[in-house]
């Protein structure tokens, strides 16, 4: 038997299924593989920690850099001119209405127009007068009747004196013409006095001026009947004077007093009147809390009874902040600015403003003067955020 060959066969195929290099290869690859992955993991590791403590790391060298720089400035305090501000309605100072004060008619003549200026005394309107005037021609001729009696009473009494001294009557009849005589003037009196109270009757029929002053309506035309009572027929504003009716809460009110002057501007009209304060409200309305300023005016063709005004009224000195719009700013909590504060950090400071002046705007509260508010871009900034403050360039 040969063994040789037998064992040659058998090792050839071993040789055919397995190959020691090729397995090794394969070892060294997947080992490759793994430190890689490893390695991955490791880095994102690395990542995630930093992720997770990056608050907590040191600033930058350049962190000062990025600071915002503020523009900030100190108000401190200054005497301005106190002023309140009110809107209101305008009015006649003194408004007369003129109605029929006669016994009423016809209107026959309307003589004035609306915005037309009025003496005392003008007549404005006429009412017929033709039964009057009839009226009037009767009771004159019952006091030429009333006179013509009166004479001749006056007459009998002389011839009786005259006649007494000679006996040819007594005392008695004296007495009787003189009662003839005193009646018959008394019936003049009389009839003479009803002729005046017609004639004044008949002057009542004209509508007069009451006063001077500026005709302000007219609520009659010709042929329209009118009668006696208080439905007027025109409107004058006595002397042309006028007033703004200012609604001001009680505060307010407190802070004024008569005499003071207050500018007045017609709503439509640039032009800028001066009046004073010549009556201030005794009582205050308990629904609004408000009460009544009337601000007297002189007459302008830019005030129409019935029309808005916007006032300024003086209210004395007051000592506080100025501060520029632009520094102010205002949400739902109303308004407010913010300072720099300790460690250059911001914080909100709540104020209340008051007047608008050339310089500004007067803050009344929330500010003493001596803080740095932020003059611009005060939207921008935070509450707490630490900033660089630059002091505002002297104007």
């Known amino acids: 038997m040969n063994y040789d060959a037998k064992i040659d066969a058998m090792g050839g195929e071993e040789n055919s299924s397995y190959n020691p ?150 005392k008695a009849d004296i007495d009787r013409l003189t009662a003839t005589r005193d009646a018959a003037q008394a019936r003049v009196g009389l009839a003479r006095a009803q002729l005046g109270e017609q004639r004044a009757r008949i002057g009542r029929l004209n509508i007069v001026a009451p006063a001077d002053g500026l005709l302000l309506s007219r609520a009659v035309e010709r042929g329209q009947v009118v009668s006696g009572g208080n439905t007027p027929l025109f409107r004058i504003a006595k002397g042309g004077e006028m007033e703004m009716l200012a609604r001001l809460t009680e505060q307010d009110l407190a802070a004024l007093s008569t005499g003071v002057s207050a500018a007045v501007t017609p709503v439509g009209s640039t032009k800028v009147l001066t009046g004073q304060v010549w009556q201030i409200s005794p009582i205050i309305d308990p629904q609004t809390r408000q009460g009544t300023v ?14 808005f005004a916007n006032a300024r009224i003086a209210s004395g000195s007051v000592v506080a902040p100025i501060l520029p719009e632009s520094a102010l700013l205002s949400d739902t909590k109303g308004s407010y600015v913010y300072a720099v504060g300790k460690n250059e950090k911001i914080e909100r400071r709540d104020i209340k403003t008051g007047a608008i002046t050339d310089h500004g705007v007067v803050v009344l509260e929330g500010l003493s003067g001596n803080e740095r508010v932020v003059l611009r871009a005060g939207a921008f900034l935070s509450v707490g955020e630490t900033v660089k403050a630059k002091a505002a360039p002297k104007s």
């Open 21 to 170: 290099l090729v397995a090794g290869d394969e070892d060294r690859a997947s080992t490759r593989r793994m430190w890689i992955l490893g390695a991955i993991g490791v880095v994102l590791l690395i990542g995630l920690w930093f992720l997770l403590h990056r608050k907590d790391a040191p600033a930058p060298a350049d962190a000062t850099a990025q600071v915002p720089v503020v523009t900030v400035i100190a108000p401190g305090r200054g005497t301005v001119a106190g002023e309140i501000s009110a809107t209101g309605t305008v009015a006649a100072r003194r408004d007369m209405p003129v109605g029929s004060v006669g016994e009423g008619g016809e209107v026959v003549d309307v003589r004035v127009e609306p915005g037309q200026w009025v003496k005392q005394g003008q007549v404005l309107a006429v009412i017929d007068r033709s039964v009057q005037s009839q009226q009037e021609l009767g009771l004159g001729a019952s006091v030429r009747v009333a006179e013509a009696d009166a004479r001749l009473a006056q007459a009998n009494l002389e011839r009786g004196q005259k006649l007494v001294g000679r006996g040819f009557i007594s």
């Open 294 to 307: 009337r601000i007297a005016l002189a007459y302008s063709p830019e005030l129409r009874p019935g029309g």
